[in-house]
Antibody, heavy 118, light 110 residues
Framework: EVQLVESGGGLVQPGGSLRLSCAASGFTFSSYDMHWVRQATGKGLEWVSYIGTAGDTYYSDSVKGRFTISRENAKNSLYLQMDSLRAGDTAVYYC????????????WGQGTLVTVSS | QSVLTQPPSVSAAPGQKVTISCSGSNSNIANNYVSWYQQLPGTAPRLLTYDNGKRPSGIPDRFSDSKSGTSATLVITGLQTGDEADYYCGTWDSRLNVVVFGGGTKLTVL
């Protein structure tokens, strides 16, 4: 059974940093592209970042230069390092796995809440 | 303001059919896959359809999709009360090099 479990969320002050983790199991982690998607309370889905199997990365304009996505295949883990956090980054952050054809986000974690507030 | 445009809400009676539209552009829908997601209240999104009509294991064939030019459509037949949820379209945007989602459509089963 495919499982994605996020951790690392919490309350952080504006300007602070936080590192999210996503522990993957039930599939060959190194063979799949991975994403981070966030959702502010009462709002829609907002894509944050992508990392391919070859380590290629993409970011939304809203986080580019502040967030860094990475993966550690030996540990079946995905990460999101978030720096210079702003109030607008407050959201539930989901990690998601691509389909094998890279044409959809097939499996999602339960999400971890990040709150940026003083 | 989302790159992909969806109606904020749709409604229909149990047993009926509903369509949800998703409008984009040449840089996204017209030249890339479209995927559809269902988000039940308080839960993570779930992939419904992808790659021109494919459905993950466990998704009933009441859910189907289509695409024409810069628009895509999700069709749900035989509506059930359990289908009440938010629905999102998503795709890759080749000009922006990002994944884009629609703003979401709230389905009410009357």
């Amino acid at each position: 059974e495919v499982q994605l479990v996020e951790s690392g969320g919490g309350l952080v002050q504006p300007g602070g940093s936080l590192r999210l983790s996503c522990a993957a199991s039930g599939f060959t982690f190194s063979s799949y592209d991975m994403h981070w998607v966030r959702q502010a309370t009462g709002k829609g889905l907002e894509w944050v970042s992508y990392i391919g199997t070859a380590g290629d990365t993409y970011y939304s304009d809203s986080v580019k230069g502040r967030f860094t996505i990475s993966r550690e295949n030996a540990k079946n883990s995905l990460y999101l390092q978030m720096d210079s956090l702003r109030a607008g980054d407050t959201a539930v952050y989901y990690c998601a796995r691509s389909t094998i054809t890279r044409k959809g986000l097939e499996y999602w974690g339960q999400g971890t809440l990040v709150t940026v507030s003083s | 303001q989302s790159v992909l445009t969806q109606p904020p809400s749709v409604s229909a009676a149990p047993g009926q059919k509903v369509t949800i539209s998703c409008s984009g552009s040449n840089s996204n829908i017209a030249n890339n896959y479209v995927s559809w997601y269902q988000q039940l209240p308080g839960t993570a999104p779930r992939l419904l359809t992808y790659d021109n009509g494919k459905r993950p294991s466990g998704i009933p064939d009441r859910f189907s999709d289509s695409k024409s030019g810069t628009s895509a459509t999700l069709v749900i037949t035989g509506l059930q009360t359990g289908d009440e949820a938010d629905y999102y379209c998503g795709t890759w945007d080749s000009r922006l090099n990002v994944v884009v989602f629609g703003g979401g459509t709230k389905l009410t089963v009357l």
